[in-house]
């Protein structure tokens, strides 16, 4: 399998009028965050692949129409009393979900958000980020009955706990990603927020049985292991 990883900050090589034939092979798109949802439609018009996101603690005038329980649609509405279209959108919504996707048989699940550091949107205190992740434990119960495994990528938009987090407030990681990680045993957690300008900055770090990948900008992961029917992809 081969999944487009994007996060924070958008691509050139994504954006772009060669994105089709540049990523013809990829099977999945996953978003790790702080992007705008009209970025995710371009992606989805120009591959028609499937498209999973989590928001960030940025670009989050949209977050609403996906964590209410009002389904997000095309429709109208003013914004700083200025009337505007809100965008369609193909994508599936993975925060604080399990979804399967049943043609490439893989298990995503997302927690997205970041450490609590201001009154803004969509940052978590480490409780409620546990409490979040609780939340999706039947759900991951099941599919470790009927498929064999709990979950196969866990998309976050902070880092794990001392794993490719930063000191300060805004972007210490999540301790329950420790948590996920030694429950439930994904494949790989991808995450965002650590900006990598820095090209020989590290994306990668391992625990217990989870790789795990800072998706910043955009990456491409492969692994064949992934999406294939009949395997529990080592879990």
């Known amino acids: ?9 958008s691509d050139p090589l ?8 540049r990523y013809a ?41 996906f964590t209410s329980n009002v389904q997000p649609i095309l429709q109208y509405g003013y914004t700083d009393g200025k009337m505007q279209l809100y965008p369609s959108f193909g994508g599936e919504y993975a925060d604080g979900k399990v979804l399967y996707n049943h043609k490439h048989n893989l298990i995503i699940a997302g927690l997205g958000g970041a450490m609590r550091y201001n009154k803004g949107k969509h940052q978590f205190t ?8 609780l939340r999706m434990v039947p759900k991951l119960l099941i599919n470790r009955i009927f498929r064999g495994r709990y979950v196969d ?6 880092a794990p706990m001392g794993l490719g987090d930063d000191a300060d407030r805004c972007h210490q990681g999540f301790s329950t990603f420790l948590t996920f990680m030694q429950w439930f045993k994904p494949r790989y957690l991808l995450h ?17 049985q989870t790789q795990i990948i800072n998706i910043f900008q955009s990456y ?11 395997r529990n992809h080592g879990v």
């Open 1 to 9: 399998m081969k999944i487009l990883c994007i996060s924070d900050e």
């Open 14 to 21: 994504v954006y772009s009028k060669n994105i089709a034939s």
């Open 25 to 65: 092979d990829v099977d999945v798109v996953i978003a790790a965050g702080d992007l705008p949802l009209k970025y995710y439609e371009f992606i989805i018009s120009s591959l028609n692949k499937p498209l999973y996101f989590v928001f960030g603690n940025h670009n989050l005038e949209f977050l609403s129409q």
């Open 126 to 133: 480490e409780r409620e980020m546990f409490f979040r992740m």
């Open 153 to 158: 990528i866990l998309v976050t938009h902070a």
């Open 192 to 208: 965002g927020h650590i900006h990598l300008h820095d090209m020989n900055a590290n994306r990668y770090h391992v625990y217990k």
């Open 220 to 230: 491409i992961l492969e692994d064949p292991k992934l999406g294939v029917k009949g």
